[in-house]
């Protein structure tokens, strides 16, 4: 019976130690340089977003944190570089939930699983801007949608599967318009190709259209959100304009590689999130037209699959799809 005991204590002290030493294999975050991969071109709101919080993870820990643009696909170019990355907490993903929420909709074939990425923090929201230019003559959001579906609008969008692209496809379904779809690089471009008159029109993140709204180079009609935006509050939502099947959203994400250990991806959420609630970044945030979540953990999981599940069904019923 004491020989039992013996050994039992002594497996007990081995399973203890071994227990320590996995927790002490666990690295500090971050120990080198960090990389925050953006899966859209400069100057759109999740580029301006992962620099600013990069400048106050930087200066928090001493750490470069550096923004690199991994622009194409929809988002898959960049994604999949992290999906392929090791899960040391080194290179993460900045983007729009279309890489998991759209792509796997419209795409015959993804470059990565879905198990590969696992989101880090859904840290905010925000509505589109619908605008058209000048020369149209269309002021409000009936006229457009009379117009639409009288004759063929040009639209353009960020790329094939960002979320004016969904946006032009619920419209022709639900609005019965006859909107015809011009992809471009990002939404910088697709903004320039509005006011330069390529297009008739866009939906088209707010922070974007605003400044050519105010000099008078865009005519809003709408937001999609189901608030007003603040940055705009004088343009009414598509719901009051008597199209609530038209409301759309955006959520910007981070991601990590699926094989991240749950203890770091808490760690790495934590700093993020309380990084993010910072005064300066939720000024930020308001600057960009985004409403704060902070979402994290199986909240953050959630929210995503539920957002997947109701594109999938609009994707269905449009046939939408991207070669």
């Not at 199209?243 to 808490?266: C, I, N, R």
Request: proline share 7%; charged share 20%; aromatic share 6%.
């Amino acid at each position: 019976m004491l020989n039992h005991f013996r050994r039992n204590c002594l497996l007990g002290s081995l399973a203890l130690l071994m227990g320590a030493g996995t927790m002490a294999q666990t690295p500090p975050w971050p120990s080198k340089p960090v990389k925050f991969i953006n899966s859209f071109p400069p100057g759109g709101p999740s580029d301006i977003l992962a620099r600013a919080v990069g400048e106050v993870l930087q200066k928090q820990f001493n750490h470069p944190f550096v923004v690199e643009n991994r622009a194409g696909a929809a988002g898959n170019v960049g994604a999949d570089v992290v999906a392929k990355s090791s899960g040391d907490g080194h290179t993460l993903l900045w983007g729009i939930d279309t890489t998991h929420t759209i792509n796997p909709h419209i795409y015959k074939t993804m470059p990565f699983k879905e198990a590969d990425l696992k989101p880090l923090v859904v840290i905010s929201s925000s509505g589109l801007l619908l605008g058209v230019h000048p020369s149209t003559g269309l002021k409000t959001a009936k006229d457009f949608l009379q117009a639409a579906r009288d004759r063929s609008l040009n639209f353009s969008s960020g790329g094939n599967g960002s979320p004016g692209h969904l946006w032009v496809n619920m419209s022709n379904i639900s609005a019965a318009t006859r909107l015809v779809h011009v992809p471009y690089r990002g939404n910088s471009p697709a903004v320039m190709a509005v006011v330069s008159g390529e297009v008739d029109g866009g939906t088209l993140a707010t922070p974007g259209m605003l400044p050519q709204v105010k000099a008078g180079r865009i005519t809003p009609l709408a937001v999609t959100s189901r608030k007003r935006s603040r940055l705009a509050p004088d343009v009414p939502t598509v719901a009051e304009a008597g199209f609530k099947d038209l409301e759309s959203e955006v959520l910007y994400v981070v991601m990590a590689p699926g094989s991240t250990p749950e203890a770091l991806m808490q760690a790495m959420s934590k700093n993020i999130t309380e990084a993010l609630a910072r005064p300066e970044l939720q000024t930020r945030l308001n600057d960009l037209d985004m409403a704060y979540e902070g979402l994290t953990g199986s909240a953050a999981v959630q929210r995503l699959n539920k957002l997947s599940d109701h594109y999938g069904r609009v994707i269905r019923a449009t046939g939408m799809k991207v070669d």
